[in-house]
Nanobody, 123 residues
Framework: VQLQASGGGLVQPGGSLRLSCAVS????????MGWFRQAPGKDREFVGS????????IYADNVQGRFTISRDNAKNTVYLQMNSLNAEDTAVYYC?????????????????WGQGTLVTVSS
């Protein structure tokens, strides 16, 4: 299974970006998907996840209400819509495939990871 994340870039504070994560195999449609991020000098942290049907999402407290995860199983793609971005959102964002159907916050639940895409929020 290969994951290709894209959509990162430079955005001004208050702006928006949408990240995409294309998964190489249909296997992903039965698995939860997650987004994580790692800021410079910090540990990787959970951003949000979505279950395999796409009807259930959970988010980290610091992105709740600003970020939205969705998926298109027909396209084997998961998305992360990020609004009201601020400097603290600057990080490399990673998508991952969960071993379970629901995803979740625990990184150990994820067995396939993309290469990451850099998001920089700066004026």
């Amino acid at each position: 299974v290969q994951l290709q994340a894209s959509g990162g870039g430079l955005v001004q504070p208050g702006g928006s970006l949408r990240l995409s994560c294309a998964v190489s195999r249909r296997t992903s449609s039965n698995n939860g998907m997650g987004w994580f991020r790692q800021a410079p000098g910090k540990d990787r942290e959970f951003v949000g996840s979505i279950n395999w049907r796409g009807g259930s999402t959970i988010y980290a407290d610091n992105v709740q209400g600003r970020f939205t995860i969705s998926r298109d199983n027909a396209k084997n793609t998961v998305y992360l819509q990020m609004n009201s971005l601020n400097a603290e959102d600057t990080a490399v964002y990673y998508c991952a495939v969960s071993r379970s159907s629901y995803g979740g916050r625990d990184m150990s639940n994820y067995n396939y990871w993309g290469q990451g895409t850099l998001v920089t929020v700066s004026s």
